[in-house]
């Protein structure tokens, strides 16, 4: 993955916001309007994209915004899995009107937006997942206080496993990668977890894992012997015990949170050796705010975003990221994190300004013309399912008043990244 020069990723200008504000009622048929065209439902626009808008940046006219990743093994094939740029959801459980599974009104923060299957189908390709004991099972949960509570618990582990191995049961070239921030406890719980689950028969074994910064099998190769399920936890002795691999023994990771969002700088995280240590051949970018705010994400994701992964690439040694790790990943003024993603794997797998320029067989560099970059690209990895409507506003907690103050406070002393 190393590159002795990068175009840096902020001389490719941002999609013009100017368009969304100026931007009049939707004036194209049903399922036709193109990406930044105005609109005033999901209806209105065409595959792969939806109707939002973004007043974090003053943007009010509702206008069809990107909702779908393009999959990069689409446009370039074979290699190995660590030259490759994955999107990755922070908290993925973690979801907006998700309804409580322990008849207690949930009182916590708030990262995604649509379902985990939802999630998947729209490109991702990594989940970060909070996982403990709780009512002698696993729970993926936020933290509070080190456990988890029936106000902090969001569902069963293993639901959202089986989303998983349904999506990879469908989707047999696809790869996922399950990052979790381990609080579990029992003997070989993760182990019994993932067997009921059904994705043993997905598992990358850790014995097979490169170590010292080596590169990875080819996507092909991994595809071809069935590892397509990547698993990293953040408890060391899982490795030895239960053979799930070591999260920071595989991958470097910058600082998670409102260090990991400063302008220019990218600072590691303290579990992580250090980004340009070579140690390990996968780096996660972390691009999210300590306190995750929906009707600002859009605004993160549009501005700011493309400088934070220039200064990650210096800070890494000219080390492209292999998983961009952030929350509520479809909300920006137009392309956002998709159109990041693209930028990247552009530059790193052929040399272009974006992935969907690259040709099959061509030298480093020789783009093809992808026209108008306002307008949408034939969708090569999947297709989009669900909407999710911007222009509301919907809050950052969800809770009752009288618990307001004493909650807030523990839950900002406590919260885990």
Not at 183 to 193: E, F, M, N, Q
Not at 283 to 300: G, H, R, S
Not at 301 to 310: I, L, P, Q, R, Y
């Amino acid at each position: 993955m190393e590159s002795t020069a990068l175009p840096f990723l902020v001389s490719i200008p941002l999609l013009h916001l100017l368009l969304l504000s100026s931007a009049a009622a939707a004036s194209c048929p049903p399922r036709s309007c193109q990406l930044l065209d105005s609109c005033s439902t999901a209806d209105d626009c065409a595959a792969g994209l939806y109707c939002g808008s973004c007043p974090a940046s003053g943007n009010v006219q509702p206008a069809c915004v990107r909702a779908l990743a393009y999959q990069p093994t689409a446009f370039v094939k074979g290699l190995p899995f660590n030259r490759y740029t994955w999107l990755v959801t922070h908290n993925s459980f973690s979801i907006v009107d998700e309804p409580s599974y322990t008849g207690v009104q949930r009182v916590t923060f708030y990262n995604q937006e649509d379902t985990v299957t939802n999630q998947l189908r729209n490109g991702v390709r990594g989940l970060m997942l909070d996982m403990y004991d709780f009512e002698n099972d696993i729970w993926l949960c936020h933290s509070f206080q080190g456990q988890c509570y029936n106000f902090t618990a969001f569902e069963p582990a293993i639901n959202t496993l089986k989303e998983v191995e349904e999506f990879l049961t469908e989707n047999p070239l696809e790869i996922v990668t399950i990052i979790i921030e381990d609080y579990v406890r029992a003997p070989k719980g993760l182990t019994k977890l993932f067997t009921d689950a059904g994705l043993v028969k997905f598992w990358y074994p850790v014995s097979e894992m490169p170590m010292n910064g080596m590169d990875w099998p080819s996507v092909t190769d991994m595809v071809a012997k069935n590892h397509r399920l990547l698993v990293f936890t953040s408890d060391a002795s899982k490795e030895a015990n239960e053979g799930i691999a070591y999260q920071w023994r595989y991958m470097v990771e910058n600082e998670p949170g409102d260090p990991g969002v400063v302008p220019g700088s990218c600072p590691n995280r303290k579990e992580s050796q250090p980004l340009n240590s070579r140690y390990a051949s996968l780096f996660l970018q972390n691009y999210f705010p300590t306190i995750p705010v929906q009707n600002e994400a859009c605004k993160e994701h549009s501005v700011g975003f493309a400088e934070m992964v220039d200064a990650c690439y210096r800070a890494a040694g000219n080390i492209m990221p292999n998983f961009l790790a952030v929350n509520f990943y479809m909300r920006s003024n137009g392309g956002g994190v998709f159109d990041i993603q693209d930028r990247i794997n552009g530059l790193a797998l052929c040399g272009c300004g974006t992935i969907t320029a690259c040709q099959a067989g061509a030298p480093m560099g020789v783009c093809k013309n992808t026209g108008s970059p306002n307008r949408t690209s034939t969708n090569s990895g999947g297709t989009y399912s669900g909407y999710v409507q911007l222009s509301g506003s919907a809050s950052m907690l969800h809770f009752s008043g009288h618990l307001f103050v004493k909650l807030l406070i523990a839950l900002l002393i406590s919260y885990s990244l």
